[in-house]
C-alpha cells in the first residue's frame, strides 16, 4: 500500500440522489475508527471507473472508503426503505450500518453509486451496532466479483477496509471491516415501499420519474412512462433471476428491500451456489420454510414485482380499476418472460442451438437425471461438452448409477449428431457459458477463515481463479472438484 498520509483522494461526483430527493434519505457520516487498513483493493475497477488506484490504495484512500473522511464533492446519507422480509412488511429499513457517499460518473459517462456497509449506526438502525464483520465483507467481494466474472449483473467491490476495532457476533468478537461497492444504483423496490406506506404520492412520483431518468431516460415524458417502467424493471429482474437459476446460485435473502430496479444482484449476506443439483436447495439459517429456495426465486421476483406494482397504481392509471388491470397484464407476463430467458441459457448450456419444442423436455430430462442422484450441476454441464467431444467417462463418474443416464445422453449425442453444427463446436460452445470455477462453498470457507485469521493467501487464490471461471487452469483443478462428504450440511448466515 503506498502512503499519501495526507492527500485524501478526488472523485468525480454529481449527487443527484442528494439533490432531487430530500425526504428519501438522512445526511449522515460514516464514524471514526481506530485503524482503517485497506485488506483488498480493486485496482482494475478503480481504473474502469477514472479513480486513481494509487491515491485510494493508500492511508488516506483507506479512510475514506472507511467513511470516516468525507472527499470532496461527497454528500454522504443513509437511504430510507422499507420491505418485505421474508414476507413480513416492514415500513421503515432504510440504510442502517450503510452511507451512500456520493455518485461517480465514470469515463464513459456512467453513473455509479459508491456505498459503504459496516460504516456504523445511522438514523435508520434499529437496534445492531452499524458494523460489519471481515469474513462477511470479504464473502460479499468475492462473490460479487466472482458473479461480474461470470456475466451476472451485479453490484461490484471496490475495497475491503479492516477498521482495527472487534465487533461482537453471537460467534464471539471479529475483526471489524467497511465494504466499499458500486452499483448502477441502490434503488429498490422497498425504496418505493417507504413512501406508499406513507401515502406520499409526491415523493412517489418524484421518486419514479427520478429511477426512470437514471435507469430508463427513453421512457422520461412519455403518458404511459410509469406503466412501461414498471414493465422494464420486470424484464430486468426475469433475466437476472434466470441467470441465478441457470448457475445454480441461491441469493438466500430476497426480500423486496434486495431487489434493485437496476437488475443488479445487490447483497450477497447468506448466498451459496449449489454443489448436488436440488431445486429445494437452501443455505440461509434463517430460512426455515424454504421461501428462497433455488427454485422458488422465479415465483418470489414475481411476488416482489407485484409489490412494486402496487406502490405505483396510482400514478400508472387514476382510475384504480383500469391501473390494477393495467400493473397485472405486466406482473402476469413475468413468468413467461423468466421462461423464456431461463430456456435461453440452458439451451445454451447444453449446445441446443436451434430452438424446438423438444427442448425443454430435453432439459428437464436433463436436469431430473441430476437431482435423482444429488449430481454435481456445474460439473455436470462441462462433462456433458467432453461427452459431445467422445469421452463419456468424465459424466459417468459423476453418477452413482451411470446406466440411468444413457437413455438421455444417447438421445441427446443422436440429436447433436443430427445438427448442422460440428460436435466439437458445439462442445466449445457450450465451455463458453457453463463455468468450471464457482465459488465452490468449502473454498470460499476456507479463504474466509484464512483470512479472519490473518492469511490472505488462499482468498487472493480463490479470487484470481474465480475472475477466469470458464478457462481450464492446470495449476485449478482443487477448485473445480465438489465438496468432501465430511463438509456440511451448510449454512450460511447474514453477518449482521
Not at 494509487?54 to 446519507?77: F, I, K, Q
Not at 442422484?373 to 459431445?388: E, H, I, N, P
Not at 470460499?444 to 490473518?454: I, M, N, P, S, W
Request: with cysteine; charged share 20%.
Amino acid at each position: 500500500m503506498t502512503d499519501h498520509p495526507g492527500a485524501t483522494p478526488a472523485f468525480a461526483f454529481d449527487n443527484s440522489y442528494h439533490r432531487e430527493l430530500s425526504g428519501a434519505y438522512a445526511p449522515w457520516q460514516g464514524e471514526k475508527v481506530p485503524a482503517p487498513r485497506l485488506v483488498r483493493f480493486n485496482t482494475a475497477l478503480a481504473q474502469e471507473l477514472g479513480l486513481d488506484p494509487e491515491a485510494l490504495d493508500s492511508p488516506a484512500g483507506a479512510a475514506v472508503l472507511c467513511g470516516m473522511r468525507t472527499p470532496a464533492g461527497a454528500a454522504p446519507l443513509a437511504m430510507a426503505y422499507a420491505g418485505h422480509q421474508f414476507g413480513g412488511f416492514s415500513p421503515q429499513l432504510g440504510d442502517g450500518r450503510a452511507l451512500l457517499v456520493g455518485e461517480i460518473i465514470s469515463p464513459a459517462g456512467a453513473r455509479v453509486d459508491l456505498h459503504l456497509k459496516g460504516s456504523g449506526r445511522t438514523p435508520f438502525s434499529r437496534g445492531g451496532d452499524g458494523k460489519a464483520a471481515l469474513g462477511p465483507v470479504l464473502r460479499e467481494y468475492l462473490m460479487g466479483e466472482a458473479m461480474a466474472a461470470l456475466g451476472v449483473p451485479t453490484t461490484r467491490a471496490l475495497a475491503a477496509v479492516a477498521t482495527g476495532e472487534k465487533i461482537h457476533r453471537d460467534s464471539g468478537a471479529k475483526d471489524g471491516a467497511v465494504l466499499a461497492r458500486v452499483a448502477a444504483s441502490h434503488l429498490r423496490v422497498g425504496t418505493f415501499q417507504f413512501f406508499a406506506a406513507r401515502g406520499d404520492t409526491e415523493m412517489l412520483r418524484k421518486l419514479a420519474d427520478y429511477a426512470i431518468a437514471r435507469h430508463d431516460p427513453d421512457l422520461a415524458g412519455q403518458p404511459d412512462r410509469y406503466l412501461h417502467f414498471l414493465d422494464r424493471v420486470a424484464g430486468r429482474q426475469a433475466r437476472l433471476v434466470a441467470h441465478w437459476v441457470s448457475l445454480g446460485f441461491v441469493h438466500g435473502v430476497m426480500n423486496t428491500d434486495n431487489m434493485t430496479l437496476s437488475g443488479e444482484t445487490i447483497d450477497y449476506g447468506p448466498c451459496a451456489f449449489i454443489d448436488g443439483y436440488d431445486p429445494a436447495a437452501v443455505f440461509s439459517s434463517i430460512d426455515t420454510t424454504g421461501r428462497y429456495a433455488l427454485a422458488r426465486q422465479p415465483d418470489i421476483a414475481v411476488w416482489n414485482l407485484a409489490r412494486l406494482a402496487e406502490c405505483l397504481l396510482g400514478l400508472i392509471d387514476a382510475d384504480d380499476a383500469a391501473a390494477i388491470a393495467r400493473a397485472r397484464e405486466v406482473i402476469n407476463g413475468v413468468p413467461a418472460r423468466y421462461q423464456a430467458a431461463w430456456l435461453g441459457h440452458m439451451r445454451a448450456k447444453l449446445g441446443l442451438t436451434q430452438a424446438t419444442p423438444e427442448d425443454q423436455p430435453c432439459i428437464m430430462g436433463f436436469l431430473q437425471s441430476l437431482q435423482d442422484q444429488s449430481v454435481d450441476y456445474t460439473a455436470a454441464f462441462r462433462a456433458l461438452a467432453t461427452a459431445l467431444r467422445g469421452n463419456r467417462a468424465p459424466l459417468r463418474a459423476l453418477y452413482r448409477r451411470p446406466e440411468a443416464l444413457e437413455p438421455w445422453l444417447e438421445g441427446y449425442l443422436a440429436r447433436a449428431a443430427s445438427a448442422n453444427r460440428a460436435p466439437d463446436a458445439r462442445a466449445d460452445a457450450m465451455d463458453q457459458v457453463n463455468p468450471l470455477y464457482i465459488p465452490r462453498n468449502h473454498k470460499v470457507e476456507e479463504a474466509l477463515q484464512a483470512a479472519e485469521a490473518g492469511n490472505m493467501a488462499p482468498f487472493e487464490s480463490l479470487l484470481t481463479v474465480l475472475q477466469q471461471p470458464f478457462t481450464p487452469s492446470p495449476d485449478a483443478q482443487a477448485y473445480a472438484m465438489a465438496a468432501p462428504e465430511s463438509f456440511g450440511p451448510y449454512k450460511t448466515y447474514c453477518g449482521t
